[in-house]
């Protein structure tokens, strides 16, 4: 029998030097998208090695991969063997990070943690650097508790939020190294602060680059305006084609179901969003399956004209960007066929269309097992309240490429995030209370594997 009081007496021990090294490391701004210094995802990667080296592991590699696509972000691979015969487990994170955004979007310096009422602001606080020290603060609670029960693997990616270009050769190459009997990937939500939560699906991503173009150059647009539409009008419309009256989205060819299981009542939602006074819902079915369970679109770019720099012309060419996010068990390539035939068929007044990069990203739907059953022990134990079982909106692409490799490993989604994270956007922030619960349970969970 794992003890708790122990475990909780470790925790509470390691906190305060995990939680530095969390700071540290959000001190990094290891963004990955190219428009950003990529010598930053270097030195994250370092520090990362440096806070693995503390909790006690030495066989540690930080790997680039160079492939048909490009350099790899660092990524690192570390290993420490635990007892014979034990399980190995494989524990996933990244440490790069999504852009800062406008300033103005943060109350605190985006890459200076902040505490905040119970609360750590920062980029990169919580999605996913917090998913990173979880891995080392179990690692380092064990480490105290007499040594490791099991053997680990740790990958700590450095592309996540880029959409893991070079994941699947790092796969291929390094399948013999990752090999595990569990995975457990730690960049998921809770229901609540309170409640913890296991992630039992996640919806795909497909994005799209389209653009629209109507004329060779700008003109006067009284002179010329009345015979034909601008490009931002004509992408207006085409883009108001992609939803019904109701706001459900309109593209022919797209699954979905209702989730049924879970009751997220209207007014918590409006309240964790932040919807204004007035503005309706969209979409149909319960609300628990509008977020995971059935397809979104958003339009996340346009490129038009603004406002200070408008002439009074007409516009020749509009570009946007497109997400749908798939529902569970529908392929990416199927929808991303689906979304450009839609376009193709609806784009009016003869415009033409261009279609730029896409990205498919797999959806995940978990299938019940023993090992889960163990983690929810754990997170009851370790958070003293009953977990539930949560589907997520968002996207980890690489769980499904990781669940081919190695269909017998049995994979556990977890982390850190809750409602009011506000991962990507301005405000990011880590309850810190979720993190040391958090950390219990993921330090019981590996005793436990070990047993
Ligand atoms: N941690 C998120 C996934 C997530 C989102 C979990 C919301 C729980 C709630 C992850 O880092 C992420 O943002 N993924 C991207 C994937 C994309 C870059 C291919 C996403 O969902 O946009
Ligand atoms: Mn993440």
Known sequence: MTDLASFTAAVDDVLPVVRAELESLVRIPSVSSPAFDQSELDRSAARVTEILQGCGITDIETIKLETPNGTGRPAILAHKQGPEGAPTVLLYAHHDVQPPGERDTWDTEPFEPTEVDGRLYGRGTADDKAGVLL???????????????????????????????????????????????????????????????????????VGLDVTVDVLDHALHSGMYGGPMLDAVTVASRLIATLHDENGSVAVAGLAGYDDTQADYPEEQLRQD?????????????????????????????????????????????????????IAPGQEPADAFEALKKHLEEHVPFGARLTFGAGELGPAFQAVNNDVMDIARDSLRDAWGSEPVDIGVGGSIPFISDLSKVFPEAKILVTGIEDPDTRAHSGNESLDLGVFRNAILAEALLLSRLGQ
């Open 135 to 205: 891995h080392a603060g179990a690692l380092r609670v064990l480490e105290q508790l007499g040594g490791l029960p099991v053997s680990v693997t740790l990958f700590i990616e450095g592309e996540e939020e880029i959409g893991s270009p070079t994941f699947v050769n790092f796969l291929n190459t390094y399948k013999d190294r990752l090999e595990a009997d569990v995975i457990v990937v730690a960049d998921s939500n809770n229901w609540t602060v309170d409640v913890p939560s296991l992630t039992t699906s996640l919806r795909g991503i």
């Open 273 to 325: 969003m932040g919807i204004l006074d007035g503005v309706e819902l969209t979409g149909t079915g319960s609300i628990a399956s509008r977020l995971w369970t059935q397809p979104a679109l958003s339009v996340i770019g346009m490129d038009v004209t603004s406002v200070e720099k408008s002439s009074n012309t007409m516009i020749p060419s509009c570009r946007f960007q497109l997400s749908l996010r």
